[in-house]
């Protein structure tokens, strides 16, 4: 099945859910919405996987597409370091990191970029014969 939108793809499905999450999350806790700079930090860091997803789908060529992949597979990893300052704050709860891991949003992310990275890769470089 061929990818016609960036809507289609599931990392950037995933982030979109994960994003909703986190932004629920800040707007229900006075704390954290009151931390005026983290709470920019994560949630531009979320918006950033969804963003760097579509507009890598956007531009068409593989060198840019890689690049915003590594992009993207960077902020996923910001938001889930970031996750554990909010958990250490207690911004948020045990529960809702037991969500985000259970529900693999992270983990899934990761393993999509990097699938699709590498084989984006591939066609550019491909192996010698």
């Avoid at 760097?52 to 996923?76: H, P, Y």
């Avoid at 996750?83 to 259970?102: C, E, G, T």
């Avoid at 693999?104 to 984006?120: D, E, I, P, W």
């Amino acid at each position: 099945m061929k990818i016609k939108r960036f809507e289609e793809i599931k990392a950037w499905q995933e982030a979109r859910v994960l994003t909703k999450a986190l932004y629920q999350t800040v707007n229900n806790n006075k704390t954290f919405w009151n931390d005026y700079k983290f709470r920019e930090q994560i949630t531009n860091a979320s918006v950033s996987i969804m963003s760097n997803i579509a507009e890598d789908f956007s531009r068409r060529t593989k060198k840019e597409f890689v690049q915003f992949l590594f992009i993207a597979k960077g902020s996923c990893a910001e938001v889930q370091s970031q996750l554990y300052v909010a958990l250490d704050l207690a911004y948020i709860s045990d529960i809702f990191i037991s969500y985000i891991i259970s529900y693999n949003f992270l983990t899934r992310m990761f393993n999509f970029l990097s699938f699709y990275r590498a084989l984006v890769l591939w066609l550019v470089f491909p192996p010698l014969p």
